[in-house]
């Protein structure tokens, strides 16, 4: 009896022991877990000594990843024409990596920040093709308090500057928090001359009527309102709701002549967001309608679920004008902390640097070359008729993997 009692007071024991032992494990795994989640301070003279051995210095310790930054919104125009875009992208001469090496060298930035701009909270407002300019962009980015804008223009390519600051909530996104946007597009009149007119000698001395004036206002007016874009951009289908874009305001402006003495018009399209090439194929569509290449039934017809062949304006005169933020103003602008995004201060020095570095560039690019005459000579060889030439993109609407349908991408 005795020898049971004890068998059973060990089996006892035994059971404690190895609940006891799951118990430690059980903690210890929750102890490394939680080391693992905080920050790893490193010892400094143990990581020095192995350092040390291996031959490697530690680096300096850097003031400028101790700097506290702050959300804040940046005003950016540039002349897009000699570089590949907006957007950062490896090898190519763009836009932001103009901005990013400026911003590390006076430590707007950290290194981490500069080779992963994610860390400063970054976002442009929208992003510019290839060749397209910007007249107030707008970017969302963590900056330091104290900042020195003209020595900080000093060190820009003549072609980019950075007009103004703002702080802004926590939560801004300029790409998110912006409820509009328009655009120009800058193009000599004689691209609305009938095309049973000879138009090569009348590149410099043609002068629109206003009757045809009249005609393009009409035909712009037509894109008005909530329609399906999905002829206007590259891979989107019909179905896709995407596709369905909101156009406030599409007008001309008055002719005026270039310092060369061309005569030019301005095109003014306001909407919500715009699709890769959605604007240069609807000036595209529009110049063909009044030139007489096709009529307004194409237009009807590229809004419905057909597939059509439409041409696509050259890039040069098309320009990022202003990103409306009416909504995040009505809210933020007057709480007496922070200030409406409409830089208003500003405008004087946009408009000079908009006149000397872009819209100059458009006048003697189109002057020397003459973009537009070249691009004329294409559109009879457009069907204005349905697509077979490819097959349909799918019809789940699912994106490129470079993500070419991406809102703003013009």
Not at 41 to 53: G, H, N, P, R, S
Not at 112 to 139: H, L, N, P, Y
Request: glycine fraction near 4%; charge should be negative; aromatic fraction near 8%.
């Amino acid at each position: 009896m005795s020898e049971a009692l004890d068998k059973l007071e060990l089996e006892t024991e035994a059971r404690k022991a190895a609940k006891l032992a799951e118990e430690e494990t059980v903690k210890e795994t929750n102890r490394i877990k939680r080391t693992l989640k905080r920050k790893k301070w490193v010892d400094w003279k143990t990581q020095d000594d192995e350092d040390a051995a291996s031959g490697v210095k530690r680096a300096p310790f850097d003031p400028a990843d101790r700097i506290k930054r702050k959300k804040s919104a940046i005003l950016l125009s540039y002349c897009g024409a000699n570089y590949y875009g907006m957007q950062r992208n490896p090898g190519m001469q763009t836009i932001e990596e103009e901005l990013f090496k400026a911003m590390l060298k006076h430590k707007w930035i950290t290194e981490d920040s500069f080779e992963q701009v994610q860390i400063a909270c970054f976002q442009r407002a929208a992003r510019t093709d290839k060749g397209v300019s910007a007249a107030r962009q707008v970017c969302s980015v963590k900056l330091p308090d104290e900042l020195d804008l003209e020595a900080f223009n000093a060190d820009l390519p003549d072609q980019i500057r950075l007009f103004g600051v703002e702080r802004v909530t926590k939560g801004f996104n300029a790409k998110d928090q912006c409820n509009a946007r328009t655009y120009t597009y800058t193009l000599p009149t004689v691209a609305f001359a009938s095309s049973e007119e000879k138009i090569e000698d009348l590149h410099d001395t043609y002068r629109i009527t206003p009757e045809l004036l009249e005609k393009v206002r009409e035909t712009l007016k037509l894109y008005e309102g909530t329609k399906n874009f999905h002829n206007f951009t590259s891979k989107k289908n019909f179905l896709d709701p995407s596709a369905k874009r909101f156009i406030m305001s599409f007008v001309s402006s008055d002719p005026f002549l270039s310092p060369q003495g061309i005569e030019f018009v301005t095109l003014k399209v306001k909407g919500q967001s715009f699709m890769l090439h959605q604007i240069r194929k609807m000036v595209g569509l529009a110049i063909a309608i009044v030139r007489g290449n096709t009529t307004t039934e194409s237009l009807e017809r590229a809004l419905t679920e057909e597939r059509l062949d439409l041409p696509m304006a050259p890039g040069l005169g098309l320009v990022l004008d202003t990103v409306h933020y009416e909504r995040y103003n009505d809210r933020y602008g007057k709480d007496g902390i922070h200030n409406p995004l409409t830089w208003e201060k500003q405008e004087k020095q946009v408009n000079e640097f908009i006149e000397r570095e872009i819209f100059s560039q458009i006048y003697k690019t189109e002057a020397e070359q003459r973009n537009m005459l070249d691009w004329l000579g294409t559109l009879h060889y457009h069907s204005y008729d349905t697509r077979r030439d490819d097959a349909p993109p799918p019809p789940d609407g699912k994106r490129s993997k470079d993500g070419a349908n991406d809102d703003n991408d013009e």
